[in-house]
């Protein structure tokens, strides 16, 4: 199960505060045949710090049939005595879709639903089609989740999918509204455009305001425009569902302007 490269740093960065000295680090990397960690100078941190440069820099990386990543964040979540002394690791690894239990790393999703990918996927489709806006309200959704700031996660996550849809709206329909208060009109010419965008017979627009889409921004934001504090299980929640109909659109939108 490759782990993304945001679980792989914070695992790292665990190990560099739970391994405690520097017998337990070489421990560790002879095991993994890492012989060339085992001489380097410096602090616990510094060495976890360049163990995850190696693993970065050298993905495909295996001992005994494994990747040495994955056994990095196994060995990790073994060490995690009480989520509570973990917090930046266990919201990475939620943010995958994986949480721990008993020490060991579980799935908190179907596989099918592939996280991983999904947000890889994202991050390439609005770089690839220059949309810095909505790329702009993700980044910082997941910065905000990581520091387990919910409330600001929350708020950028509504703005990260309004923004992907204007932005759509723009690059699909000459003509659309660009008004700030003119997110409804802009949904709306993306059902109207032929092909239409947005399907009114799959409910995703249309049907007097009950339709995905009105639905979604409302369970993204219960409360208005200024949601309450959220806790961690909603707010990670929040994270995937846009992920994936981020993934959903972008993909949409890369067929439409091949």
């Given at each position: 199960?490759?782990?993304?490269?945001?679980?792989?740093?914070?695992?790292?960065?665990?190990?560099?505060?739970?391994?405690?000295?520097?017998?337990?680090?070489?421990?560790?990397?002879?095991?993994?045949?890492?012989?060339?960690?085992?001489?380097?100078?410096?602090?616990?941190?510094?060495?976890?710090?360049?163990?995850?440069?190696?693993?970065?820099?050298?993905?495909?990386?295996?001992?005994?049939?494994?990747?040495?990543?994955?056994l990095v964040v196994e060995e990790a979540a073994r060490r995690v005595m009480r989520p509570d002394r973990a917090p930046r690791f266990m919201r990475t690894l939620e943010r995958?879709?994986?949480?721990?239990?008993?020490?060991?790393?579980?799935?908190?999703?179907?596989?099918?639903?592939?996280?991983?990918?999904?947000?890889?996927?994202?991050?390439?489709?609005?770089?690839?089609?220059?949309?810095?806006?909505?790329?702009?309200?993700?980044?910082?959704?997941?910065?905000?989740?990581?520091?387990?700031?919910?409330?600001?996660?929350?708020?950028?996550?509504?703005?990260?999918?309004?923004?992907?849809?204007?932005?759509?709206?723009?690059?699909?329909?000459?003509?659309?509204?660009?008004?700030?208060?003119?997110?409804?009109?802009?949904?709306?010419?993306?059902?109207?455009?032929?092909?239409?965008?947005?399907?009114?017979?799959?409910?995703?627009?249309?049907?007097?305001?009950?339709?995905?889409?009105?639905?979604?921004?409302?369970?993204?934001?219960?409360?208005?425009?200024?949601?309450?504090?959220?806790?961690?299980?909603?707010?990670?929640?929040?994270?995937?569902?846009?992920?994936?109909?981020?993934?959903?659109?972008?993909?949409?939108?890369?067929?439409?302007?091949?």
């Open positions: 199960m490759p782990f993304p490269r945001a679980v792989i740093f914070e695992a790292c960065s665990f190990l560099g505060d739970v391994l405690g000295y520097h017998g337990a680090f070489e421990d560790l990397v002879l095991r993994w045949e890492l012989d060339q960690l085992e001489q380097r100078d410096g602090a616990i941190h510094q060495r976890c710090r360049e163990l995850f440069r190696v693993l970065r820099d050298n993905p495909d990386l295996q001992h005994d049939g494994q990747l040495v990543s994955d995958a879709g994986y949480t721990i239990q008993d020490r060991q790393i579980r799935r908190t999703l179907p596989e099918v639903l592939d996280l991983v990918a999904a947000d890889d996927e994202v991050h390439t489709l609005l770089d690839q089609h220059r949309l810095a806006t909505p790329l702009g309200h993700l980044n910082q959704a997941i910065d905000s989740h990581t520091r387990g700031n919910w409330a600001a996660a929350n708020g950028q996550l509504r703005s990260f999918l309004e923004s992907l849809l204007d932005e759509i709206a723009y690059l699909l329909v000459p003509g659309a509204p660009r008004g700030q208060n003119q997110g409804e009109a802009r949904r709306e010419a993306l059902a109207n455009v032929e092909p239409p965008f947005l399907s009114v017979e799959l409910l995703e627009w249309g049907n007097q305001g009950k339709n995905l889409l009105n639905g979604v921004f409302k369970r993204l934001h219960p409360q208005g425009a200024h949601p309450g504090l959220s806790d961690e299980d909603d707010s990670t929640f929040r994270l995937h569902l846009v992920l994936l109909l981020g993934r959903l659109f972008l993909r949409r939108l890369a067929a439409r302007i091949r």
